[in-house]
Nanobody, 128 residues
Framework: VQLQACGGGLVQAGGSLRLSCTAS????????IGWFRQVPIKEREGVRE????????????GYLDSVKGRFTISRDNAKNTVYLQMNGLKPEDTAVHYC??????????????????WGQGTQVTVSS
């Protein structure tokens, strides 16, 4: 599974960005997806809680406390894409954001060590 994350950029505090996570060769509907910040691809560097996560069925979502009410994770299975809409961005949201996938239609996972596939990161920079 090869994931591609895009949509990052430089915005002022209070601004918005929408990140996208797509995959080639697989149907992302069968995968739980998580968005993480500055998470190294290898487990050896520790376990992190995801910024947001969603089940393949899209009926379960979870968010880091610090982004609740500001970020929304969603998926468009027709486009084979998972989105992270980020509103009300704060300087502390500045980070490389990664998407990750785990083959599971009904579950969703908050921790980085539950995911098997990772995309390259996309930089989000929020200026004050």
């Amino acid at each position: 599974v090869q994931l591609q994350a895009c949509g990052g950029g430089l915005v002022q505090a209070g601004g918005s960005l929408r990140l996208s996570c797509t995959a080639s060769g697989v149907n992302l509907e069968n995968y739980a997806i998580g968005w993480f910040r500055q998470v190294p691809i290898k487990e050896r560097e520790g376990v992190r809680e995801g910024v947001a996560c969603i089940s393949g069925s899209a009926d379960k979502t979870g968010y880091l406390d610090s982004v609740k009410g500001r970020f929304t994770i969603s998926r468009d299975n027709a486009k084979n894409t998972v989105y992270l809409q980020m509103n009300g961005l704060k300087p502390e949201d500045t980070a490389v954001h990664y998407c990750a996938a785990r083959s599971d239609y009904s579950g969703f996972y908050r921790l980085s060590n539950r995911y098997d596939y990772w995309g390259q990161g996309t930089q989000v920079t929020v200026s004050s």
